[in-house]
């Protein structure tokens, strides 16, 4: 007899009876049996306080268990009322203010079942997801998640399951069935689920679901897919409905031959009928079948574990993965990324509300580190049911937020890439490029590369973040440059902008911004940062030994010019000096006027009275106007850094 008749039975033929409702919910028919609870309560006169209180209790366990929270939480509230008097009432009320994202509510509940039941693991995680989820709320991850309406429906659609070597193929439950049309599950209230696939056309967009029709199908209640790494079997999980004797889920496996799947066997993971298994998934390698159980030995809910996948229905023993990853509340729905690797949904570790999906890692020595995927991927609603694409960070999953009747719907995510480059130019001190310039980059994530700089003088190499990195330019017969990037730790794509100039080693170079007091070798207090400058390079450049050369413009005796040249020179020398370069680095030379500038093409292309190789000698600068001739003056004032030596303390 199917569910549907047998509530017609209850109600429209017998008196309805408490024993029925008990006998309902025992056996996980949570939607009859609170539909009989409901009857009974509106029977029950308000002075049977404790008989009332009772029915609230268990009709608000019923609704949580079917995903109804506000009738879970309004029947919770009514045993409140009549005083029942189970101390677990505070957490489950704890448990559904949670489930409804009244995270101050929940905190209270939860800490009333802390006073009553110290240090117990649900209240105090309870506690935990709730002060997390503000955080999660307000920092939320970068994954980008859609409502997939090409796979949703009116009713309820949830275990997406990816198919296919190009994952071209997506299979999923939903009770919009026509196999399963006159059939209607006691614990759900809702049909049962039939097996639908979706596939990609030529230009790579999802078609509208069909549903499964091969001899996997049962008429029974079927689903929560998953394919062995060579796609050729199917693990899920099967439900069938007996009014007689009632019986629980079990794990089902069905072989592909050509483009259809065989009738579904029973997979022989344990011997008995009676033990509840569900939720399979298998391994990539093919070396283990995980899967959800309620048996013997476990950690309080309903547990995950593994068996090694021998033959298609060969296994071995049951192994718990310990408690790590499961707790007194329930750990449902793995999915196996890779050997050290797993996402699952749980209600027992702190999360937002309801089921979460959390990702756990296994480290070199045996022990799961378990983490919560986040906000938008959670929420307070039931999260659970995910699968990737390959390599992919991004893949489906299912939830039954914004959904007023607790139904379940397909939604996508994907995680953008982040990219972090470093980009730029490698040019001499006049931006010209530089033939065989080479940029050497070494981070602690354990880079260490060259990359010749283009034609045209720029580079660009890809970084990752929150990652500190050293950097050198470096050319024949130029100084080296070295330049420290700490990336930022936001995952956020970046783009850092650096550019070399690197001095050559064959010819003078002008240190620009080097300033006197009139007429004096007095450094003034604006020079110090080009100074810093030459310092970093002479740091960048330990071998090198340089000559400083102080020069002045055409005005004044030969000999007075040498003299305050070479005082400034010295001025530049023991500033150096002083900020830790070797004495025997350095030389001080005055040239005074002896030594005129030569024009270069970034300064004709700055000042277009002087053309590129003129020699601003004194006949030159002469012939100029007053205003051209300060100009001139001014380009001739200048000290500049000449290597003299490239094999300074080298042994």
């Given at each position: 007899?199917?569910?549907?008749?047998?509530?017609?039975?209850?109600?429209?033929?017998?008196?309805?009876?408490?024993?029925?409702?008990?006998?309902?919910?025992?056996?996980?028919?949570?939607?009859?049996?609170?539909?009989?609870?409901?009857?009974?309560?509106?029977?029950?006169?308000?002075?049977?306080?404790?008989?009332?209180?009772?029915?609230?209790?268990?009709?608000?366990?019923?609704?949580?268990?079917?995903?109804?929270?506000?009738?879970?939480?309004?029947?919770?509230?009514n045993?409140?009322?009549?005083?029942?008097?189970?101390?677990?009432?505070?957490?489950?009320?704890?448990?559904?203010?949670?489930?409804?994202?009244?995270?101050?509510d929940?905190?209270?509940?939860?800490?009333?079942?802390?006073?009553?039941?110290?240090?117990?693991?649900?209240?105090?995680?309870?506690?935990?997801?709730?002060?997390?989820?503000?955080?999660?709320?307000?920092?939320?991850?970068?994954?980008?998640?859609?409502?997939?309406?090409?796979?949703?429906?009116?009713?309820?659609?949830?275990?997406?399951?990816?198919?296919?070597?190009?994952?071209?193929?997506?299979?999923?439950?939903?009770?919009?069935?026509?196999?399963h049309?006159?059939?209607?599950?006691?614990?759900?209230?809702?049909?049962?689920?039939?097996?639908?696939?979706?596939?990609?056309?030529?230009?790579?967009?999802?078609?509208k679901?069909?549903?499964?029709?091969?001899?996997?199908?049962?008429?029974?209640?079927?689903?929560?897919?998953?394919?062995?790494?060579?796609?050729?079997?199917?693990?899920?999980?099967?439900?069938?409905?007996?009014?007689?004797?009632?019986?629980?889920?079990?794990?089902?496996?069905?072989?592909?031959?050509?483009?259809?799947?065989?009738?579904?066997?029973?997979?022989?993971?344990?011997?008995?009928?009676?033990?509840?298994?569900?939720?399979?998934?298998?391994s990539?390698?093919?070396?283990?079948?995980?899967?959800?159980?309620?048996?013997?030995?476990?950690?309080?809910?309903?547990?995950?574990?593994?068996?090694?996948?021998?033959?298609?229905?060969?296994?071995?023993?049951?192994?718990?993965?310990?408690?790590d990853?499961?707790?007194?509340?329930?750990?449902?729905?793995p999915?196996?990324?890779?050997?050290?690797?797993?996402?699952?949904?749980?209600?027992?570790?702190?999360?937002?509300?309801?089921?979460?999906?959390?990702?756990?890692?296994?480290?070199?020595?045996g022990?799961?580190?378990?983490?919560?995927?986040?906000?938008?991927?959670?929420?307070n609603?039931?999260?659970?049911?995910?699968?990737?694409?390959?390599?992919?960070?991004?893949?489906?999953?299912?939830?039954?937020?914004?959904?007023?009747?607790?139904?379940d719907?397909?939604?996508?995510?994907?995680?953008?890439?982040?990219?972090?480059?470093?980009?730029?130019?490698?040019?001499?001190?006049?931006?010209?490029?530089?033939?065989?310039?080479?940029?050497?980059?070494?981070?602690?994530?354990?880079?260490?590369?060259?990359?010749?700089?283009?034609?045209?003088?720029?580079?660009?190499?890809?970084?990752?973040?929150?990652?500190?990195?050293?950097?050198?330019?470096?050319?024949?017969?130029?100084?080296?440059?070295?330049?420290?990037?700490?990336?930022?730790?936001?995952?956020?794509?970046?783009?850092?902008?650096?550019?070399?100039y690197?001095?050559?080693?064959?010819?003078?170079?002008?240190?620009?911004?080097?300033?006197?007091?009139?007429?004096?070798?007095?450094?003034?207090?604006?020079?110090?940062?080009?100074?810093?400058?030459?310092?970093?390079?002479?740091?960048?450049?330990?071998?090198?030994?340089?000559?400083?050369?102080?020069?002045?413009?055409?005005?004044?005796?030969?000999?007075?010019?040498?003299?305050?040249?070479?005082?400034?020179?010295?001025?530049?020398?023991?500033?150096?000096?002083?900020?830790?370069?070797?004495?025997?680095?350095?030389?001080?030379?005055?040239?005074?006027?002896?030594?005129?500038?030569?024009?270069?093409?970034?300064?004709?292309?700055?000042?277009?009275?002087?053309?590129?190789?003129?020699?601003?000698?004194?006949?030159?600068?002469?012939?100029l106007?007053?205003?051209?001739?300060?100009?001139?003056?001014?380009?001739?004032?200048?000290?500049e850094?000449?290597?003299?030596?490239?094999?300074y303390?080298?042994?």
């Open positions: 007899m199917c569910a549907v008749v047998a509530i017609c039975a209850l109600f429209g033929c017998k008196s309805v009876k408490l024993s029925d409702a008990e006998e309902k919910q025992r056996v996980g028919e949570y939607y009859a049996a609170a539909e009989i609870y409901r009857k009974l309560y509106r029977k029950t006169k308000p002075d049977q306080k404790e008989l009332r209180s009772y029915i609230a209790y268990r009709m608000g366990d019923c609704e949580r268990l079917v995903g109804n929270i506000p009738r879970s939480v309004s029947a919770y509230a045993a409140l009322r009549y005083n029942y008097p189970d101390s677990t009432l505070y957490l489950r009320l704890g448990q559904t203010y949670h489930r409804n994202g009244r995270y101050a929940a905190i209270k509940y939860y800490t009333e079942y802390l006073a009553r039941v110290p240090n117990s693991p649900l209240a105090l995680n309870g506690i935990a997801g709730c002060e997390a989820a503000v955080q999660w709320n307000d920092h939320p991850t970068l994954y980008q998640v859609a409502r997939m309406e090409v796979f949703n429906s009116r009713r309820s659609e949830f275990s997406p399951a990816l198919f296919g070597e190009k994952h071209d193929q997506l299979y999923f439950n939903s009770t919009r069935g026509v196999v049309k006159d059939s209607v599950n006691a614990i759900t209230g809702t049909k049962n689920n039939a097996l639908y696939v979706s596939k990609k056309d030529e230009q790579g967009n999802w078609q679901p069909e549903e499964v029709t091969d001899a996997v199908v049962s008429g029974f209640d079927e689903g929560t897919p998953s394919f062995s790494g060579d796609w050729n079997t199917m693990y899920y999980t099967y439900c069938p409905d007996d009014a007689i004797d009632p019986r629980t889920a079990e794990i089902y496996y069905s072989t592909r031959s050509g483009a259809a799947w065989g009738k579904g066997q029973r997979a022989a993971i344990v011997k008995d009928s009676i033990t509840l298994l569900a939720h399979p998934a298998a990539p390698d093919g070396r283990y079948l995980y899967f959800v159980a309620d048996a013997v030995g476990g950690y309080g809910g309903k547990d995950l574990f593994r068996t090694r996948l021998i033959g298609a229905n060969d296994f071995g023993g049951m192994e718990n993965l310990g408690p990853i499961n707790t007194e509340g329930d750990e449902l729905f999915f196996v990324r890779d050997s050290a690797t797993i996402y699952f949904a749980s209600s027992g570790h702190p999360g937002l509300g309801g089921l979460d999906i959390f990702k756990a890692t296994l480290d070199s020595l022990k799961w580190h378990v983490a919560n995927m986040g906000v938008p991927v959670n929420s609603a039931d999260d659970f049911g995910i699968t990737f694409a390959g390599d992919a960070e991004a893949g489906f999953f299912s939830s039954n937020r914004n959904d007023a009747r607790g139904w719907h397909i939604y996508s995510f994907a995680y953008p890439v982040v990219t972090i480059f470093i980009e730029g130019y490698v040019t001499d001190a006049e931006e010209n490029t530089i033939e065989n310039a080479m940029v050497h980059i070494v981070g602690k994530d354990g880079l260490n590369v060259r990359v010749p700089v283009r034609p045209d003088g720029s580079y660009r190499v890809e970084l990752e973040r929150d990652i500190s990195y050293v950097m050198m330019a470096n050319a024949p017969n130029f100084l080296n440059q070295n330049f420290e990037l700490k990336t930022d730790a936001e995952e956020r794509s970046e783009t850092y902008y650096v550019d070399f690197l001095s050559p080693a064959d010819r003078p170079v002008v240190v620009e911004n080097i300033f006197y007091d009139y007429d004096k070798a007095t450094l003034r207090p604006e020079s110090k940062e080009a100074l810093d400058k030459l310092i970093r390079i002479l740091d960048d450049n330990p071998h090198v030994t340089i000559e400083l050369g102080a020069h002045t413009d055409r005005k004044g005796s030969a000999a007075y010019n040498e003299r305050l040249a070479q005082r400034r020179a010295q001025s530049v020398v023991d500033y150096l000096i002083e900020a830790g370069i070797a004495t025997a680095r350095l030389t001080a030379k005055g040239y005074g006027k002896t030594v005129p500038k030569t024009i270069t093409a970034k300064m004709a292309e700055a000042y277009g009275f002087l053309p590129e190789g003129t020699v601003l000698d004194e006949a030159f600068v002469e012939s106007t007053p205003e051209q001739q300060e100009t001139a003056d001014q380009i001739n004032r200048r000290t850094f000449t290597v003299t030596g490239l094999e303390n080298l042994r």
